[in-house]
C-alpha cells in the first residue's frame, strides 16, 4: 500500500515520476517499503552528527591551531629547508614530529572528544595545503599545480589528512585512559 502524507492527513496515491535521462524515459515508482527500509538519517545517527558538530563548534580555534601547525611540513617543502634533511626522509619526520605534537598538545588539553577534533585538524590541515597551494605555486613555478589541478587528488589529501587525525586521535583516546 502506498502512503502520502499531505497536511498531516495520510492518503493513497500511485505516484510515477518520469525523468529525461540521457535521452531515455525513465519511470520510477515511489512506495512506502523502499523508503522506510532505506532510511540515511536515523534518530541515533542524528545525535552521534549533532553531537559531532557541538564538538566542532566548542573547539573550532584549538582544531584551526592544530590544522595551523602542521603547515610547517609544506613550508619547510617550499622554503627547501626540506632539501637539505633530505626529501624523503624529512617528509616522514615532520609527520612524525606534526603528529607527537598533536599528541602532546591533545594530551594536555585533555578535550572530550580527542578523535574528533584530530580528525577535523586534518581536514583543516588539508584546506589550508590546498589553500597555500593555490597561492604559492603560480608564483613559484608560474603555473597552477597540486591538488586544485586535480579533482582525484584534493579528495584524496582530505581523506589522507582525515586518517592521520583519526590514528593520532585514537592514539590520544587510548593513552588518556
Given at each position: 500500500?502506498?502512503?502520502?502524507?499531505?497536511?498531516?492527513?495520510?492518503?493513497r496515491y500511485g505516484l510515477e515520476i518520469q525523468k529525461r535521462t540521457l535521452g531515455r524515459l525513465?519511470?520510477?515508482?515511489?512506495?512506502q517499503e523502499f523508503w522506510s527500509s532505506h532510511r540515511s538519517i536515523t534518530p541515533e545517527r542524528n545525535?552521534?552528527?549533532m553531537k559531532t558538530l557541538d564538538i566542532v563548534k566548542e573547539n573550532l580555534l584549538f582544531i584551526l591551531?592544530?590544522?595551523?601547525?602542521a603547515l610547517v611540513r609544506p613550508i619547510m617543502k617550499m622554503t627547501g629547508?626540506?632539501?637539505?634533511?633530505?626529501?624523503?626522509?624529512?617528509?616522514?619526520?615532520?609527520?612524525i614530529l606534526i603528529s607527537l605534537a598533536w599528541l602532546v598538545i591533545v594530551l594536555i588539553k585533555k578535550p572530550a572528544s580527542p578523535v574528533v577534533i584530530l580528525i577535523f585538524a586534518g581536514m583543516s590541515y588539508a584546506l589550508y595545503a590546498v589553500?597555500?597551494?593555490?597561492?604559492?605555486?603560480?608564483?613559484?613555478?608560474?603555473k597552477l599545480q597540486g591538488p586544485l589541478t586535480n579533482p582525484f587528488a584534493l579528495v584524496s589529501v582530505f581523506a589522507i589528512?582525515?586518517?592521520?587525525?583519526?590514528?593520532?586521535?585514537?592514539?590520544a583516546k587510548t593513552l588518556r585512559r
Open positions: 500500500m502506498n502512503l502520502l502524507v499531505y497536511n498531516g492527513k495520510q492518503e525513465i519511470r520510477f515508482r515511489e512506495n545525535r552521534f552528527l591551531g592544530l590544522g595551523a601547525l629547508i626540506m632539501d637539505l634533511i633530505g626529501q624523503q626522509f624529512g617528509s616522514i619526520l615532520m609527520t589553500i597555500l597551494s593555490g597561492l604559492i605555486s603560480p608564483l613559484l613555478d608560474g589528512n582525515a586518517i592521520w587525525g583519526f590514528v593520532v586521535g585514537f592514539i
